[in-house]
T-cell receptor
């Protein structure tokens, strides 16, 4: 089993609220990723990080932001949530070009 | 054209059947190939890496054909628990460590 954790697992929140989705891994992986996935649809990379203080935008434009202050921690923040942000957010990590391991995901619903 | 293409299915097969999925990728310089499995509303999990010589893990066999740029997954003696979406994954051929996920092939195994 991969040692990668996400909290909360489920979040229902009102429009305009600021939210932070947490992701932590204990495998010492240098690379971390955030994906967005709607039900029955494909994964879309929204952010990635090569290491501490390194963050890049992914393929899908997102209004969220990320930070990587510690190797094991890669939180994602939405300053002002909107219904269009309703989706599942999956965090993953890898060592170099090795396999990516996924966390259980956060299912976000914005009312 | 998508970088990784898969037949979305669904493949509906009886228990005990043998089923095969194919996946094509567009960049001939790709070096890393994987099959992931994703259950409904869960995170993707690595099923197996795909090596040039082909590899087998129990009832699962993966093959790589570099000349034709396709990857296959064969499942023998299908179980009900094999019902899931199977994602074909290829590394991105640039300086990043990103993976490209196919949109998945859905398998339904019926009693």
């Amino acid at each position: 089993e991969a040692d990668i954790y996400q909290t909360p697992r489920y979040l229902v929140i009102g429009t305009g609220k600021k939210i932070t989705l947490e992701c932590s891994q204990t495998m010492g992986h240098d690379k971390m990723y955030w994906y967005q996935q709607d039900p029955g649809m494909e994964l879309h990379l929204i952010h990635y990080s090569y290491g501490v203080n390194s963050t890049e935008k992914g393929d899908l434009s997102s209004e969220s932001t990320v930070s990587r202050i510690r190797t094991e921690h890669f939180p994602l923040t939405l300053e002002s949530a909107r219904p269009s942000h309703t989706s599942q957010y999956l965090c993953a990590s890898s060592r170099g070009t090795d396999t990516q391991y996924f966390g259980p995901g956060t299912r976000l619903t914005v009312l | 054209r998508k970088e990784v293409e898969q037949d979305p299915g669904p493949f509906n097969v009886p228990e005990g059947a043998t089923v095969a999925f194919n996946c094509t990728y567009s960049n001939s310089a790709s070096q890393s190939f994987f099959w992931y499995r994703q259950d409904c509303r869960k995170e993707p999990k690595l099923l197996m890496s795909v090596y040039s010589s082909g590899n087998e893990d129990g009832r699962f066999t993966a093959q790589l054909n570099r000349a034709s740029q396709y990857i296959s997954l064969l499942i023998r003696d299908s179980k009900l628990s094999d019902s899931a979406t199977y994602l074909c994954v290829v590394n991105r051929v640039d300086s990043s460590y990103k993976l490209i996920f196919g949109s998945g092939t859905r398998l339904l195994v019926r009693p």
